[in-house]
């Protein structure tokens, strides 16, 4: 990947530092109704618990803000309030403990009703997110959706902060079309420092979502852009951490603690052996076991599940261990190319359990 990371300014947001080198967060968005209080805590409660560093709610009203001060009360992570229109809200839900805003500048009102928000951004240390995407741009000004005229949306927002002497100021520029987010992201990363939030809007689902998102957002990655990420999928949003973190493991940005690698199979796998089901038990068990200790001393560990003999210690010979399929319910087991010994199938996740305490223990003397 590429080592040098564009610079760019360094916003807190509740301790959380985006920009400026900071490691790429991981944001998502709750999708219940703010007034189903319990149901959302539990919600931003899984997302953390997933790994999410910020998540963004929904404050469709003046009137949500008592349900979004109990949320508030009972969560203590970064909490971003998404807002439209209205200033008022706004402002409410920064005097409620909300730890950023966003809005777009432009659909708030008259300069008066932005300096306000400002005023009391300041006030608070609160940072405003513009988020710009292909259905927000100015249609008397801008014919047609492209690079050039999402940065220029952005840029217009921007100037109204400002105006206003405010500089807090995280950016997204988002579109469903890839190529138009890349690049935007592009042009507006050689224009300005501010912080990037990177993604694609109106994503879809499933391996649409995934793919589409992962090369938009690896591509920025890749390239030093970006400083904060979401993957929007429709469902739940739970899901949207754990692609999102195969992103940044797959970029080179985040250590996977425990990479399982297998392969696809052929032919040549035993018609017993159902690699996938095996390579899913292995990876759950080998992370529930060693994902803290691992992550605690800074380590991964490469597994390996091969379909069969020709694949295993030869194409995996760079994983710390791993099993190949053999005839017969056998499978052999293998450490870094080197053929450890045969074992049953019903024994591979603890044969591997084993191996791995021998990695740890090593790395400890």
Not at 191 to 219: M, Q, R, W
Request: hydrophobic content about 40%; some cysteine.
């Amino acid at each position: 990947m590429n080592e040098e990371r564009v610079h760019t300014k360094r916003i807190n947001v509740r301790g959380l530092p985006i920009g400026g080198g900071a490691p790429v967060s991981i944001q998502s968005m709750t999708n219940l109704p703010i007034e189903e209080v319990e149901a959302t805590i539990r919600q931003i409660e899984m997302l953390r618990d997933e790994g999410a560093d910020l998540v963004r709610l929904a404050v469709r009203g003046e009137d949500s803000i008592i349900y979004l001060k109990e949320i508030r009360s009972m969560i203590d992570m970064p909490l971003s309030a998404d807002i439209h229109f209205n200033y008022r809200i706004a402002i409410k839900a920064i005097k409620a403990g909300i730890d950023k805003v966003r809005i777009n500048p432009g659909n708030i009102g008259d300069q008066k009703r932005v300096k306000e928000i400002v005023r009391v951004c300041k006030e608070f240390n609160v940072p405003i997110r513009i988020g710009v995407n292909s259905g927000s741009i100015d249609r008397k000004r801008f014919q047609d959706v492209s690079a050039q005229s999402l940065v220029a949306s952005a840029l217009e927002h921007i100037n109204i902060l400002e105006d206003s002497d405010f500089y807090d100021i995280i950016v997204s520029i988002k579109s469903s079309d890839l190529f138009h987010t890349i690049a935007a992201n592009r042009l507006f990363s050689s224009l300005k420092d501010y912080p990037l939030h990177i993604g694609l809007t109106e994503a879809g689902f499933g391996v649409s979502c995934v793919v589409h998102s992962a090369i938009a957002i690896g591509s920025l990655l890749l390239e030093g852009i970006g400083d904060t990420i979401r993957v929007s999928m429709t469902g739940d949003p739970v899901e949207e951490i754990v692609v999102a973190k195969r992103i940044l493991e797959s970029v080179g940005m985040r250590n996977p603690v425990i990479r399982v690698i297998s392969c696809p199979t052929c032919g040549r796998i035993d018609p017993s052996v159902n690699l996938l089901d095996l390579a899913t038990a292995i990876e759950e068990e080998l992370m529930c076991r060693f994902g803290n200790v691992l992550q605690d001393g800074n380590r991964n560990i490469t597994v390996a599940v091969m379909g069969c003999e020709v694949n295993g210690p030869g194409e995996a010979s760079h994983a710390d261990v791993g099993v190949a399929a053999c005839r017969g319910g056998e499978m052999l087991l293998f450490s870094e190319g080197q053929r450890l010994n045969k074992i049953m199938k019903k024994d591979a996740v603890a044969s591997l359990k084993k191996e791995v305490e021998k990695i740890i223990s090593l790395w400890k003397k």
